[in-house]
């Protein structure tokens, strides 16, 4: 029997992603790559890069209240998630290590562009997912 696959609870599965660095420029590794629900599948970066970001369109203004992100070689020392306000970007969480397992609640934020700001890693960070999902009542 095939194993059927459950529709995603993240918001963001799926939705047109940016990233500010895609390691040599290959497509498997581009930055959709960190919601397509697939850990097999990861958005990475060039050796050597100390910073960059990854953003998220979920299409229209969502509300969410936790976030999961799986990191592969555990290179992220400091980060931020934050979400777009007209042309600002305002932070609604920061962190230092991802790992493997992320996972934190955190007061709902509404907003339709989402992006993981990495502002420091020991070498070019590698994201096999980024999940927003919405808070439980």
């Known amino acids: 029997i095939e194993p059927v696959a459950l529709p995603s609870a993240s918001l963001a599965a799926g939705k047109?992603?940016?990233?500010s660095n895609v390691?040599?420029?290959m497509s498997e590794h581009g930055p959709a790559?960190?919601?397509d629900d697939d850990t097999g599948t990861r958005?990475?970066?060039?050796?050597?890069?100390?910073?960059?970001?990854?953003?998220?369109?979920?299409?229209?203004?969502?509300?969410f209240g936790k976030v999961?992100?799986?990191?592969?070689?555990?290179?992220?020392?400091?980060?931020?998630?934050?979400?777009?306000?007209?042309?600002?970007?305002?932070?609604?969480?920061?962190g230092t290590r991802i790992g493997a397992e992320y996972a934190?609640?955190?007061s709902p934020v509404t907003?339709?562009?989402?992006?993981?700001n990495i502002?420091?890693?020991t070498d070019g960070p590698t994201i096999w997912e980024f999940q927003l999902l919405a808070s439980k009542r």
């Open 43 to 63: 958005w990475a970066t060039d050796s050597g890069v100390k910073q960059a970001w990854l953003e998220v369109d979920l299409g229209a203004p969502a509300t």
């Open 68 to 94: 999961a992100i799986s990191e592969a070689f555990d290179r992220v020392r400091k980060f931020e998630l934050q979400y777009k306000d007209g042309d600002a970007w305002k932070t609604f969480l920061e």
């Open 23 to 25: 390691y040599q420029g």
């Open 119 to 121: 502002l420091e890693a």
């Open 16 to 19: 047109k992603a940016k990233a």
């Open 33 to 35: 790559k960190a919601f």
């Open 104 to 106: 934190k609640a955190f």
């Open 111 to 116: 907003a339709q562009v989402v992006r993981l």
